[in-house]
C-alpha cells in the first residue's frame, strides 16, 4: 500500500504490479463503498489477467474513516495529487488509464483533461440521481461524460437505478445484468473490460 499526501489528507494506492507492464489502470471508489467492491475487483483481474498494472485509489474521506463523500472539488483535487504522484514514481513511464465506480467513475471524467489519461473506465456512471420523493429531479451528470475527449469504456447495469448512457459514437456503451451494483454478472464486467483494454492500453 502507498500512502499518499494530497491537499484533503492522505489517500492511500492499494498496487497490483503486472510483469512486464507498460500501461496502468488507475481506479477510484464509489461514494459509499471502498475499493474492494466486486466491480473493482472484476476490472482489476480482467486487467492484470492482460499484464496491465492496476491501482485501486482511496480518497482522502475514506481513509480518515468519513463515510459523507465531500464536494466534487475536493475529490478531484485529491485525485488529480495522486495521478501526479503515480506518474512520477510508482507508474512512472507507463500509459495511464483512469476510471472507477460510481463517483469515482465521475471524479475520472472530470479530471481526464489534467491527469494525462489516456483512457476512461467507467463502472455504473451515475447519470441520473434518482428523484427524492416530493423533490423536483436533479440535474443528469451527461454532461461529464460528454466532456470526456478521450477513448471511454461505460459499463452499466440494464437495472442500473442511476439511468442508462445513451448510444454515443464518442464512447463504448456495454450493458450487462444487474443493478448498480453491477454484482448479478462480474463474467460479463470483465469481459468487457478485456475486450476494451488492448486498444487503449497498447
Not at 32 to 49: S, T
Not at 130 to 140: I, M, Y
Amino acid at each position: 500500500m502507498i500512502a499518499i499526501d494530497t491537499p484533503h489528507g492522505e489517500a492511500r494506492v492499494h498496487l497490483h504490479e503486472a510483469k512486464g507492464a507498460t500501461a496502468a489502470v488507475v481506479l477510484g471508489h464509489g461514494a459509499g463503498g471502498g475499493v474492494g467492491a466486486p466491480d473493482l475487483e472484476a476490472a482489476r483481474d480482467a486487467a492484470l489477467a492482460q499484464d496491465v498494472t492496476v491501482a485501486l485509489v482511496e480518497q482522502p474521506y475514506l481513509v480518515a474513516g468519513r463515510k459523507s463523500s465531500p464536494p466534487a472539488n475536493q475529490l478531484d483535487t485529491a485525485w488529480i495529487a495522486v495521478m501526479e504522484h503515480l506518474a512520477g514514481s510508482d507508474l512512472a513511464g507507463l500509459r495511464l488509464i483512469t476510471g472507477g465506480r460510481s463517483a469515482g467513475a465521475r471524479v475520472a471524467c472530470r479530471t481526464a483533461a489534467v491527469t494525462g489519461a489516456a483512457a476512461v473506465l467507467c463502472l455504473a456512471f451515475p447519470l441520473q440521481p434518482p428523484a427524492r420523493k416530493g423533490k423536483e429531479p436533479r440535474p443528469s451528470r451527461l454532461d461529464e461524460l460528454e466532456a470526456v475527449s478521450l477513448p471511454l469504456l461505460i459499463v452499466q447495469g440494464v437495472s442500473d437505478q442511476f439511468g442508462m448512457p445513451p448510444e454515443d459514437e464518442r464512447w463504448t456503451l456495454v450493458k450487462v445484468a444487474g443493478n448498480h451494483s453491477l454484482r448479478s454478472d462480474l463474467p460479463a464486467v470483465a469481459a468487457a473490460v478485456g475486450e476494451w483494454l488492448p486498444a487503449v492500453s497498447g
